[in-house]
Structures are given as C-alpha cells and as structure tokens.
C-alpha cells in the first residue's frame, strides 16, 4: 500500500467520506482496489496511472466537501471527468449552481453535471429544445422538474407529456387489460417523475382537473398547444410523420421539449426515427436548440458504469 494522497485539513473529513465511507467505496469499486486512510492520509494498492487519477479526486473531493455536501454521485462524475481530463471549473460548477426547485419530500434539485446545467438553461430561455443522449443522463427527470417549477410559477397554465406507444421487444395486443391498461406502463415513468416533485395527491388533483394531461403520441393529434409546457420522451421512437405532427402543434407562449436517444430505436426494421430525422432536418433552424448529453452523464453506481463499458465493448 502506497501513500495516494494527504488530507490538507481534517475538518470536513466525514464530508469527504460519506455515510459508512460511502463516497471512498465508489472509488474503490469503481478502480476495484483497496483504498484505507490512517490518520490523514489515503494509502492505496492501485496501479501508477491510477493513483494519479485518485489523487486528483480526491484532491478535488477534499476542496468541493467545503462548499457542498458530498454525495456518491459527485464522487461518481468527478471520477469520470478526471479520467477525460475535464476537471477544470467543476469547483466552480458545484459552489454555483442553483437549485431548480424542491421535491414533494423538500429535498433539493440541483443538475448534477455541465450538461445538465446547461440543459436547464436552454429550456428557461428557449421555446423549443431537443435533450438527446443515453438513458439516465437526466432528460425526462429534468424536464419535468422545468415543466412544474414553470407552472408553480405561473409561466404556464398546462403541462403536457407524451410519448410514442412503441413495443420494446413486447407486444401490446398480449398485455392483458383495456386500452389504457395496456399503454399505463409506457407512460409511467413521467408518472412517477410527477410524483417526485408534486407528490401522489397534487399530482392526481391536476390531472383530474386537466392542468397536467399525460397521453400517448397518437391523441396530440389536431391540438394546439398554447401556454403550455410540452414534454416529448423516448422521441427516438417516433415516425417522421408523428414527429411533424408533434411539433406543429407548438403554439405560443409554450415550451416543447423532445428528449429521446438515437442509438435506442425500438420502431421495426426499416422504419425511419423521426427524432433522428427532426435533428438533421431543423439543425439550422434559429432559436431551436438541440443539448446533447454523452455517457459522461450518465452518474450511477460503479457496477452499471462497468455494465455500460462492458455493452460499449461489444
């Protein structure tokens, strides 16, 4: 065991360990070495290059745990920006960012990564935004966070979200129930992301009474959506004529935002993704914006990330 880094100052030392040493165990699962401190100082069995790599988190661990209070996330980016060389200006970016909005529990929203900060200031300043990229980078999360935090503002008076019934290697015909049994699932995700922010019985209450509409793609049909916030998710899926009709119903003072990864079409063989032909067709088009996440984003626990590698290398 080698000596990886020292600690300037023990006060925030339980800052930068976390709960049960929760912050070190993304280290070391993620690098799958032993990482111990004695005293102040870390000692680890890591190779050469990853002791440089480990040494710069934590050197930026023990700086941010002054400012903010550390999670495994944090930990979790600050080790993926560090291995591409990205480190600058994230002590700048954690001590700046504001809160969006809190949940239904109080706890705070921050966005967690550049992208995220910079998706959330797109979708404040612009009226049609695209969020693409892989999932769990936040897009639909952080949409409808923006989508209620402008209606509690009164921005808006309706907030709509949709997404394409497409079957992901299932069928719809074989789900037991009616109708509306059968699409529920499709669109429970942006239930649940409801949930978070408004909580069960706010969330029922608006939907009873019509402020918040969650539908599939099919029944935007023949609307015009104005003084709304519209959110399209898993927009990969959609045709080229669903995505036409989609965006032609942007009416006036309202946000649309179409989120959607192009590398996880699930329409059959041979059919075109309108989300992909939407970004090469309006791509010089003004005031439409495009944020594109990468799996930079993606913060989760060390063993998904070897999971993604892993399917990236195949």
């Known amino acids: 065991m080698k000596m990886v880094y020292k600690l300037k100052d023990l006060k925030y030392i339980y800052n930068i360990l976390g709960n049960f040493d929760a912050n070190i165990e993304v280290i070391k699962s993620y690098f799958e070495i032993d990482l111990i401190l004695d005293k102040d100082t870390f000692y680890t069995n890591a190779s050469l290059e990853e002791k440089e790599i480990i040494h710069d988190v934590l050197e930026k661990m023990e ?82 966070a923006m989508a209620v935090k402008h209606l509690k503002q009164n921005k808006i008076n309706k907030l709509i979200l949709t997404r394409p019934a497409v079957e992901a290697g299932e069928y719809l015909g074989y789900l037991p129930g009616d109708l509306k049994e059968k699409i529920d699932p499709y669109l429970r995700p942006l239930y649940d992301a409801l949930y978070d922010f408004l909580g069960l019985e706010t969330t029922n209450k608006l939907l009873e009474s019509g402020v918040i509409e969650i539908a599939p793609l099919a029944y935007m049909r023949g609307k015009t959506l104005e003084n709304a916030f519209i959110i399209l998710d898993e927009a990969q899926n959609t045709t080229t004529m669903q995505m036409k009709m989609f965006l032609t119903r942007l009416g006036f003072n309202s946000t649309m935002v179409i989120t959607g990864d192009p590398s996880q079409v699930d329409l059959p063989s ?34 998904v990330q070897k999971i993604l590698e892993r399917y990236d290398n195949l």
């Open 270 to 303: 041979g059919r075109k993704s309108g989300l992909i032909q939407a970004l090469e067709i309006l791509k010089d088009v003004p005031n439409i914006k495009v944020v594109r996440f990468k799996r930079l984003d993606v913060v989760r626990n060390p063993l």
């Open 63 to 144: 700086e941010l745990s002054t400012k903010i209070s550390l999670t495994q996330r944090e930990v979790m980016y600050l080790i993926k920006l560090r291995i591409e060389d990205k480190l600058d200006n994230v002590i700048d970016f954690f001590s700046n960012r504001k809160m969006l909005m809190k949940k239904a529990d109080g706890k705070p929203i921050y966005p967690e990564t550049f992208t995220q900060g910079l998706y959330v200031r797109t979708i404040d300043q612009e009226e049609l935004i695209f969020g693409v990229g892989p999932a769990g980078t936040g897009k639909t999360y952080l949409a409808v």
